[in-house]
């Protein structure tokens, strides 16, 4: 004839028996709320806790430091940009009329501020700009951090088409990353500056970059200013950020 049991049961499973007890609240816990700790087994919420706990590891500019590929935003946006282009290049002309960033149409339809950014309709054009955002993209991600780089990559692309929004023409339709990569460009600008590094390359590319846009035709200076400005700022306000940061470690 069995016996009933009448050992401990689980705290958070009335009907399981509980064959340990938890390190940090000395509570019953069956085999399914056992988390591995340092030293034997905590329940679910004291792991979590625990875990809460920890202090985030930061990159060397502040932002929280994650496991896995450290470029996965650069490669993310790459594949963002490849996948419009060829979704533009093989479907409907409405797609890109409805991409494209018209200063006359951004009262009424504001995400083309964004959509524009990742748009191109020449091979030329998508190649240059993932060329180089392939080149510094994977360097400022690990510095910044995913959160902070895809913030200062956005906010360097809708920094871009908000100058153009107000300086271009207002039925002159502008597409491209440029704006968003020259973000990155003023971005690393500021940072290697700040840790004195040499940048003349870095400025070497901006005096080349200026020169084109100013000259040739059919390039938005507008966009390219607008995200070279817009990136050199976020990278100073994330600086500012960090040495706070620093400041307060201190103390």
């Known amino acids: 004839m069995t016996e009933p049991y009448a050992g401990p049961v689980c705290y958070r499973h009335q009907n399981r028996p509980a064959g340990v007890r938890c390190q940090r609240c000395d509570r019953p816990i069956c085999p399914d709320c056992m988390n591995n700790a340092a030293v034997g087994f905590q329940c679910p919420s004291c792991f979590n806790e625990g875990v809460k706990s920890i202090p985030k590891t930061r990159t060397s500019l502040g932002g929280v430091q994650r496991g896995g590929n450290p470029q996965v935003i650069t490669i993310t946006l790459l594949a963002l940009n490849v996948l419009v282009f060829i979704a533009v290049r093989t479907g409907s002309p409405r797609l890109l009329s409805d991409l494209v960033l018209y200063p006359v149409m951004v009262d009424s339809e504001p995400w083309r501020l964004l959509t524009s950014a990742f748009t191109h309709v020449?091979?030329?054009?998508?190649?240059s700009n993932l060329f180089m955002l392939w080149q510094i993209g994977p360097p400022?991600?690990?510095?910044?951090?995913?959160?902070?780089?895809?913030?200062?990559?956005l906010l360097s692309a809708l920094g871009g088409g908000v100058a153009v929004w107000l300086l271009s023409a207002p039925g002159t339709p502008t597409l491209g990353a440029s704006g968003a990569v020259l973000g990155l460009v003023g971005a690393l600008l500021v940072i290697s500056r700040a840790r004195g590094l040499d940048v003349t390359w870095i400025l070497g590319y901006v005096a080349v970059t200026a020169v084109i846009s100013f000259l040739l035709p059919n390039i938005s200076w507008e966009g390219h200013l607008g995200g070279f400005v817009t990136g050199a700022a976020v990278a100073w306000l994330f600086l500012q950020d960090t040495k706070r940061r620093q400041d307060k470690a201190r103390r």
Do not use: V
Request: zero cysteines; hydrophobic letters at 55%.
């Open 122 to 127: 020449q091979i030329f054009h998508i190649f």
């Open 140 to 153: 400022l991600e690990q510095m910044l951090g995913r959160l902070r780089f895809t913030i200062l990559y």
